[in-house]
């Protein structure tokens, strides 16, 4: 009982900049998990997904998951910099999709369409399915 307590007080208590990371995961794959922040016991970062398959360091999960998640905190982290600067800067992407699948792929191209409403997005890729579907 003890250990379900205290896994919802960490889930329900995390840094609004993973949560928001959270979310702009869940735009790119639906039913992702939850993100949980913490630290080990000599204070380096740990992050964690909580999923349907339990809790998973981010050095145990594949390349296409740790670029899912670099990349859902990344944004996280331009749009709390412009909250704090009041000024919204660039956003410069070296191939961010290539290690995602077709359908992640499109789903992140979706959402970085919807983030350049507001931010200008450089993006460089040499993936032909970026480029033909126009988006950005």
Not at 68 to 96: M, Q
Not at 102 to 127: H, P, W, Y
């Amino acid at each position: 009982v003890y250990e379900k307590v205290i896994e919802r007080f960490e889930r329900d208590n995390q840094d609004p900049l993973i949560k928001e990371a959270q979310e702009y995961i869940s735009e790119i794959v639906d039913q992702w998990g939850d993100l949980l922040f913490s630290r080990d016991e000599k204070g380096k970062v740990q992050i964690e997904r909580d999923g349907q398959g339990g809790k998973l360091p981010q050095n145990s999960l594949s390349e296409g998951a740790r670029a899912l998640l670099f990349l859902g905190i990344r944004l996280a982290f331009v749009n709390k910099d412009a909250e704090k600067r009041g000024i919204r800067l660039p956003i410069l992407c070296d191939d961010p999709f290539i290690h995602f699948d077709d359908s992640r792929r499109d789903a992140a191209m979706r959402l970085f369409g919807d983030i350049a409403q507001k931010n200008q997005v450089i993006m460089f890729t040499c993936e032909e399915m970026v480029t033909q579907k126009g988006v950005l």
